[in-house]
């Protein structure tokens, strides 16, 4: 699979724009009794428990919460969120551990705000690789500046290695004095020295696209939808391959009915003998046999 430079800078990038966060805005939607923000309706913050274990918590959970109620920002004002997150704190946490997390949620709101800024810094170098190294220096810079050395492990080595990876396989890539076998050769070489866990983690991020790619070939070499649904149970398993499956049906009805509607649409602008206010009123009810409400509302983009 080919990893090309102008791909992945952008990622990189948008990983520093959407610190922007930080500008508060007034709130925009009314509130339920009881929830904070509208988004967060039936949610909750991802693996984190409702009570600490043994008084504490880890940076990784603290950050997990952090940045579950910083994604409000716009329904609720920046200050509205301090107040809750420090609230939450309060609620699972007490003593030193309380005190200890509240510096680190105010440190990581520095953090953010200085990336956002970092954003809008222009790139030195006019090289693409030259350009990421520039920025993920930059990164390590700010967060040195707000976290530990033990902090900015815990947070950014699983990350910080996957940038590196990317730029490596960039590397290869882009080099004129080696075959493509040895480039493939390289860059299997690069995964195989991946750390276990991150492997794993890089593996599952990439499966969706070597799978797209796997199915491709196989609807190109002519492969039956028997033949297709295996490749998927072998690749992402039963139950996946399964909810795919259900994704090509609605997909495939959902064209059955557009073209069917495009075909009546057309006879219908032909159609000499019907006035104006006749093709509109045969328009609406040919669209309301065809389509659900939430399916006329996507009619919008083919009109």
Avoid: C
């Avoid at 039936?42 to 428990?49: E, N």
């Avoid at 276990?196 to 991020?205: G, I, L, T």
């Avoid at 990439?206 to 070499?221: F, M, P, S, W, Y």
């Amino acid at each position: 699979m080919r990893l090309q430079g102008k791909l992945w800078l952008p990622l990189l990038l948008a990983a520093l724009a959407a610190a922007y966060w930080w500008q508060s805005h007034p709130a925009t939607q009314p509130l339920e009794e009881g929830v904070f923000a509208p988004s967060l309706r039936q949610t909750a913050v991802d693996g984190l428990p409702a009570a600490a274990a043994d008084g504490k918590m880890d940076v990784l959970q603290l950050k997990a919460l952090f940045d579950y109620y910083l994604a409000t920002q716009g329904e609720r004002t920046l200050p509205e969120i301090r107040q809750e997150v420090e609230r939450q704190l309060a609620a699972r946490l007490s003593g030193q551990p309380l005190q200890d997390a509240v510096d680190f949620f105010h440190r990581y709101l520095a953090y953010l705000g200085e990336l956002g800024a970092a954003g809008k810094v222009r790139p030195v170098s006019a090289d693409v690789v030259l350009q990421m190294r520039e920025r993920l220096q930059l990164l390590r810079q700010l967060r040195a500046r707000h976290f530990s050395p033990q902090e900015v492990r815990q947070l950014f080595a699983q990350t910080d290695a996957m940038d590196e990876l990317i730029l490596q396989r960039m590397d290869i890539q882009r080099r004129q004095n080696i075959s493509a076998t040895e480039k493939q050769r390289l860059l299997a070489e690069l995964e195989q020295n991946l750390p276990p866990e991150q492997r794993a983690a890089r593996q599952q991020a990439t499966q969706h696209v070597v799978l797209a790619e796997a199915e491709q070939q196989l609807r190109q070499q002519g492969g039956t939808p028997e033949q297709l649904q295996a490749l998927r149970t072998s690749m992402v398993g039963a139950e996946a391959a399964q909810r795919l499956a259900a994704v090509d049906a609605e997909a495939a009805a959902w064209q059955g009915k557009l073209q069917q509607w495009q075909q009546q649409r057309e006879q219908l602008g032909k159609d000499s003998s019907l006035s104006e206010l006749q093709r509109q009123q045969a328009l609406q009810t040919l669209e309301q046999q065809l389509f659900s409400e939430n399916e006329r509302k996507r009619l919008i983009a083919y009109q």
